[in-house]
Structure formats: structure tokens, C-alpha cells
């Protein structure tokens, strides 16, 4: 019972501050199906190789030996806005799916490990009346890790981004992809007490220069910063919150230079909410399952179509356990956004709704 009493408080003390989300704007941080199932509050008290994505310092806890791990994601989204004279109009652009990559390597008799991870960052698609707006930016990200002591590990990296944006606006068109953009990476993982974890991912955001021609766009992609405390209840349990933030205000506009495409923005820098819980319910057999409120980036005053973040609820679930010789997580994930009305730039009350299901498939040599 004190233990029930002690994560209640860690989460009302992290919870009293804010109610925010995960991933605003157009960020992705559905890494693997663990990590869905639990939330994405996974920062502090991740136990598998796809800390690479979250927090690779807490690879570092991991037995020596190679672990690799692929994931898929088949999302779905219904967005739509109801405008001042009833008539209905949709996004006609939806939700990419995406995959996902983790490899480790730790050492079996010192305290170094490296880590690779490769994913789909960042994504938007939005369609509207023939106006396209779509962004992808991939990422791969390589880190040292190491264990400081028996209960301090670091992690330091770098993060390489491939940037693609195709838009329309009226009879205007680009479509163009940046070589590469560098960013840096951060990780701290820490067993303050037994029982407890807390870790820390820090992110530096990127600025990628994506031409097509005499055009291009210089796109500002945000820096993030997470924390997080875990706590392990019993062997049979474990329940994580993480607060996050991310600088959205740093993308001032997504204008093409040397054409007539036009898209201001005015958004706001976000704070996230995660609560996840583990239940190690067998031996190799876990279930997980994760609630987050989601903030979007977008002011009412000014709400950017080209983007259309809003706020909303995350529910999601998930299980993982050991098929025909590799290790299998699944993980499914709803999110409910409340209504938006809007004033500008299109006047009207705004709806969304997104799903997604992953499946993860890793395994240890």
C-alpha cells in the first residue's frame, strides 16, 4: 500500500502542472510498439533496444551482447472542419504509415555500448480543397553510450535528418529534398534509490534546407527535451510519467523562397504528459498500457491548416512476448482530439480523430 501511495504522488506532482500532450505539431514518437503500449512514457525506464530512439543511455543496462529490433506502423486519421455555414470539408491527405530500425551493440567486459536507431521523425499530410501540404523528415540517430557507475549512464549522439516537402497552392507547386541536416542528442539515465529511475533525452531540433531548383524551404524542426521518473512497484510492475517539451515556436513559416507559396505560422511552444504502466504479467510474456493528453501547437487565433494540431486524449495498449525464437510486441494506440473553433485563417470547428497499430519483432545474439 505505501508503494501504491508513493507512485500516486509521483504522478499528481508531475501531473498538477499541466495538462499537455506528447507530440505536437507534426511530430512522431511512435518508435516501437513497447514504447506505444506503455504511452511513450518509456524515457526513464525503457528496458529494451529501442531505448536508442527514447533515451539510449538506458541501453546501457542491458546484458553484453548485439540486439536488433524493426517496427511498422499503420495509422489512420479523420480530420475534418465543420465550416459557418454547415458544410463539411476533409483533409483528403490522412496519415502516413511508418517504419522503424534499433540496433545496439554493448560490450560484455567494459562499460561502453553504441546504439542506431532510424525512423520517421517527423510527418504531415494535409490536403485541403487542393492545397498540399506534405512533410517527411527521417532520421537516424548513432550514439555512445556509457555506464558511469552502477546507477549513472550517459549517452551522447548525433542526429542525421532527410528531409522531403511536396506543397501546392493554387498553381503553384514545389516539391523538393535536402541532402542532409545534423542535430546532436543527449541521455542520462539514473537509479537514484532502488526501485526508482530517472532519465532525461535531450534533442537539438535540426534546420533543413530543402530545394527544388532555384526554390527551397528552410524548415526548423524543434528542440525537445524530456524527463522522466519511473518507479517499480513490485517485480510485476512498473508505472512511468514523463514530461516533455518541444519549441514549435521556432518554425516561423513554411514559405517557398523563389515562388509564390506562402505559409505563415504562429505556433506555440508545447509541453507533454505521458503515464504508462508495465505489467510483467509472465516470464518473457508483458502487458502495457499508456494514457497521454496531447496539446496542439496551433493558437485558435491563427489556426495553421497546413498543420491542424490540436489538442486531445491518447489511450493505447499493448503486449509483448517471445514467437518462434524472436521477441514480438504489438501495440495499439486511439487518439481523441477535442473540437477546435477556430477563428482564422478558415473560420470553423475542427475534428480529429487517429489510430495506430505497430508491431515490433527483436531479438538478442
Known amino acids: 500500500m505505501k508503494r501504491l501511495?508513493?507512485?500516486a504522488g509521483l504522478l499528481c506532482v508531475w501531473g498538477s502542472g499541466s495538462i499537455s500532450s506528447q507530440a505536437a505539431?507534426?511530430?512522431n514518437n511512435d518508435f516501437s510498439a513497447s514504447g506505444v503500449g506503455a504511452g511513450n512514457a518509456v524515457v526513464a525506464g525503457i528496458a529494451d533496444v529501442t531505448a536508442a530512439s527514447y533515451n539510449p543511455a538506458a541501453i546501457a543496462w542491458l546484458d553484453g551482447g548485439v540486439y536488433v529490433e524493426g517496427g511498422f506502423a499503420s495509422r489512420n486519421r479523420n480530420l475534418s472542419v465543420k465550416l459557418p455555414s454547415g458544410a463539411i470539408q476533409s483533409n483528403d491527405g490522412g496519415a502516413k504509415n511508418a517504419s522503424s530500425?534499433?540496433?545496439a551493440w554493448v560490450s560484455h567486459d567494459s562499460d561502453i555500448a553504441f546504439s542506431l536507431a532510424s525512423s520517421k521523425a517527423y510527418s504531415n499530410n494535409t490536403v485541403w480543397g487542393g492545397d498540399t501540404t506534405f512533410i517527411k523528415s527521417d532520421r537516424i540517430s548513432l550514439d555512445l553510450i556509457y555506464a558511469v557507475s552502477s546507477t549513472l549512464a550517459v549517452a551522447h549522439g548525433v542526429d542525421v535528418y532527410r528531409t522531403t516537402i511536396n506543397m501546392t497552392q493554387g498553381a503553384a507547386s514545389f516539391s523538393g529534398k535536402d541532402k542532409a541536416s545534423f542535430g546532436v542528442n543527449i541521455g542520462v539515465n539514473w537509479k537514484p534509490a532502488p526501485l526508482w529511475q530517472v532519465g532525461m533525452m535531450l534533442r537539438s531540433g535540426t534546420k533543413a534546407k530543402v530545394k527544388s531548383g532555384s526554390q527551397q524551404v528552410d524548415l526548423k524542426l524543434p528542440e525537445q527535451v524530456t524527463l522522466g521518473v519511473s518507479?517499480?512497484?513490485s517485480?510485476?510492475?512498473?508505472l512511468e510519467t514523463d514530461l516533455a517539451y518541444a519549441r514549435w515556436?521556432?518554425?516561423?513559416?513554411?514559405?517557398v523562397s523563389g515562388s509564390t507559396i506562402r505559409n505563415a505560422t504562429d505556433l506555440k511552444d508545447t509541453l507533454a504528459l505521458k503515464m504508462g504502466?508495465?505489467?510483467?504479467w509472465l516470464p518473457n510474456t508483458t502487458l502495457r498500457f499508456g494514457?497521454?493528453?496531447e496539446q496542439g501547437a496551433n493558437r485558435a487565433s491563427a489556426f495553421q491548416r497546413v498543420i491542424s494540431d490540436q489538442s486531445g486524449h491518447r489511450l493505447s495498449l499493448g503486449a509483448g512476448g517471445d514467437v518462434f525464437g524472436v521477441h514480438m510486441d504489438v501495440a495499439y494506440a486511439y487518439t481523441f482530439h477535442a473540437k477546435q473553433s477556430a477563428t482564422a485563417l478558415v473560420a470553423g470547428e475542427y475534428r480529429d480523430r487517429k489510430q495506430a497499430l505497430m508491431i515490433s519483432l527483436s531479438k538478442a545474439f
Request: glycine letters at 4%; a neutral charge.
Open 277 to 280: 504502466a508495465t505489467w510483467y
Open 5 to 7: 501511495f508513493a507512485v
Open 291 to 293: 494514457y497521454a493528453y
Open 235 to 238: 517485480d510485476a510492475w512498473r
Open 101 to 103: 530500425f534499433h540496433a
Open 231 to 233: 518507479y517499480d512497484m
Open 249 to 255: 515556436s521556432r518554425l516561423k513559416n513554411l514559405d
Open 25 to 27: 505539431g507534426f511530430a
